[in-house]
Every structure is written in structure tokens, then in C-alpha cells.
């Protein structure tokens, strides 16, 4: 069983950075592909990001391509969401997700392994 814990989320404003972290325990970290993803107020949950076990080529929603990156550090259990140039869009309860296999998922349903969210508030 895996848990997962984000931090980093906060109220910037527009055109600001914020770096989301995700720090995973109960499990073997670098067995896990993982997935961001948030949820605005009064809309479905939506893929934002997803990496694969290896850390390489990252892929991205197209709203926060050239914007966004994500990366992770295996040695400290800890996958990053980096928001550059972030927009009143943006905001969401932001989530980050497990899953136990190689690749890289957009679907919210591949995931079993679920952070609690953190709040990101982007003013304009």
C-alpha cells in the first residue's frame, strides 16, 4: 500500500511559479509510474502530467504544455510538478497518483494510489 502526500500548493498570482512535491511512502517508489492531475471547482478531475518509472519524457495536457514540468527524485521518493507562467485557469485542487507498472497513464482510473490534494489558487 502506497501513500501519497503533496505539498507545495498556495495562492500566486498570474504570470507566478509554484513547485508541487509529492512524497510517497509504504511502498518501493521507483516501481510506480505517476500521474498529476487537478480538479477545479464544479468540473471533472483532469490529467495534467504523467512520468514514467524512469523518470524520462514526461508527457503533458496540452493547457500546460511549455508551462509545466514534471520530474522525480527515486532517492527521495518524491515526484515534482513544476507550474511556470501560471494562469487563473490553473486553479484546481491538484493530485498525485501511483500506480504500480511501467509506462505512463493519462486515465485517472489506472491509478489506485491517490495523494490528498493541495490547493492552487491563481489570481488575475
Known amino acids: 500500500q502506497v501513500q501519497l502526500v503533496e505539498s507545495g500548493g498556495g495562492l500566486v498570482q498570474a504570470g507566478g511559479s509554484l513547485r508541487l512535491s509529492c512524497t510517497a511512502s509504504g511502498g518501493t517508489f521507483s516501481y510506480h509510474a505517476m500521474g498529476w492531475f487537478r480538479q477545479a471547482p464544479g468540473k471533472d478531475r483532469e490529467f495534467v502530467a504523467a512520468?514514467?518509472?524512469?523518470?524520462?519524457?514526461?508527457i503533458y495536457t496540452d493547457s500546460v504544455k511549455g508551462r509545466f514540468s514534471m520530474s522525480r527524485d527515486n532517492g527521495k521518493n518524491t515526484v515534482y510538478l513544476q507550474m511556470n507562467s501560471l494562469k487563473p485557469e490553473d486553479t484546481a485542487v491538484y493530485y498525485c497518483?501511483?500506480?504500480?507498472?511501467?509506462?505512463?497513464?493519462?486515465?485517472?482510473?489506472?491509478?489506485?494510489?491517490w495523494g490528498q490534494g493541495t490547493q492552487v489558487t491563481v489570481s488575475s
Open positions: 497518483a501511483a500506480r504500480h507498472l511501467y509506462g505512463m497513464y493519462t486515465s485517472g482510473s489506472m491509478y489506485p494510489y
Open positions: 512520468l514514467s518509472r524512469g523518470g524520462d519524457n514526461p
